[in-house]
């Protein structure tokens, strides 16, 4: 059965990693998946940006509303 390039990627991926942990003990290795791990952000910078403008933006004009068009 032939390979689709996604499981071609995905196999040399995989290969890749296999080659880096020959010859290393498992704390070494634990080290390095946690660190990779913990890095990772749960939710992208652009989509807190627009949550923060959709807060606080709402907010500032709410409050300019009241001061100035009581």
């Known amino acids: 059965m032939a390979q689709t390039p996604e499981q071609r990627r995905r196999n040399a991926k995989f290969a ?4 880096a942990r020959r010859g290393k003990s498992e704390t070494d290795i634990k080290k ?4 990779k791990t913990v ?10 940006i627009l949550l923060a403008f959709v807060v606080f933006g709402g907010l500032i004009f709410e409050l ?4 100035f068009f009581r």
Do not use: D, G, N, V
């Not at 890749?16 to 080659?19: D, N, P, R, T």
């Not at 890095?39 to 989509?47: C, F, G, T």
């Open 16 to 19: 890749k990693e296999q080659e």
């Open 64 to 67: 300019i509303q009241r001061i």
């Open 32 to 35: 390095h998946q946690h660190q």
């Open 39 to 48: 890095s990772k952000a749960p939710i992208s910078p652009i989509w807190l």
